[in-house]
């Protein structure tokens, strides 16, 4: 049974990977017969992989069409962005105001750091996994499992959503913003809150915006090549 069992989860794993790496452009549909002959399983096994998937809003399921990776939208990046917003700002509230030691933020961006330093292209997923890593931290220094295990359910199709705006960050850019981060938020009170704000709103959401206004643009251009 639990052969079975790891199975789906084999698969999910996989294909979870090559979609952190940006390898599965938007519309991309898995097909399951296609996955079935790849990972040498049976579609029932593929059908609970791809719901793995879906529920970590890394595919989306759409009617007739099956799993497919979705397309970027205003709606999706504001829904994604407001949740994280509401999420860490909360539990940064909530660290500073029981005086938590945000020692663990500044060691992930000293990873991040460590990181540039080795590589300036390091692999986008490794970059994206030590990026969550620093937001991670934040909420877990308010000290509660609940708000920990609310950001571990998005933490993936933030990673999904960051691989349109690869061209716009390097590991060197990313560590240098996060480090800005940290001194301000370790100032406390409204510094610290601000700093957060800014950083959801004025780098990531600001960079996905970017990202689907270049692609509505190019669409628009090639429509009418």
């Keep these: 049974m639990d052969n079975v069992m790891a199975a789906p989860e084999r ?14 452009p ?3 549909r898995f097909r399951e017969e296609d996955l ?30 099956g799993a497919v990776v979705a397309p970027l939208s205003k709606a999706r990046i504001d829904e994604i962005f ?9 539990a940064l509230r909530m660290a500073l105001a029981a005086g938590a030691d945000l020692e663990p933020v500044l060691v992930e961006i000293e990873r991040l750091e460590a990181l540039a330093e080795r590589s300036p292209q390091p692999s986008w997923r490794e970059l994206t996994s030590v990026h969550s890593a620093i937001h991670r931290a934040i909420v877990a220094a ?22 349109f705006v690869r061209p716009d960050f390097d590991a060197a850019s990313m560590a240098a913003v996060h480090r800005a981060l ?44």
């Design 36 to 65: 079935a002959a790849r990972f040498d399983v049976g579609r029932h096994t593929v059908r609970s992989a791809l719901r793995l998937l879906v529920e970590r809003g890394l595919v989306a399921h759409e009617r007739h069409r």
């Design 142 to 163: 308010a000290g509660n499992r609940h708000l920990l295990d609310s950001y571990r359910r998005c933490e993936d199709e933030v990673r999904l959503l960051l691989t």
């Design 11 to 24: 698969i999910a794993a996989a294909l979870r990977g090559e979609l952190l790496d940006g390898a599965h």
């Design 82 to 90: 407001d949740y994280r917003k509401v999420l860490e700002l909360g």
């Design 26 to 28: 938007v519309g991309t």
């Design 182 to 225: 940290v001194d301000e938020l370790r100032q406390g009170g409204d510094i610290a809150t601000d700093a957060l704000t800014r950083d959801i709103d004025d780098t990531g959401r600001a960079a996905l915006l970017g990202a689907l206004r270049r692609a509505e643009e190019s669409a628009h251009l090639l429509g009418h090549a």
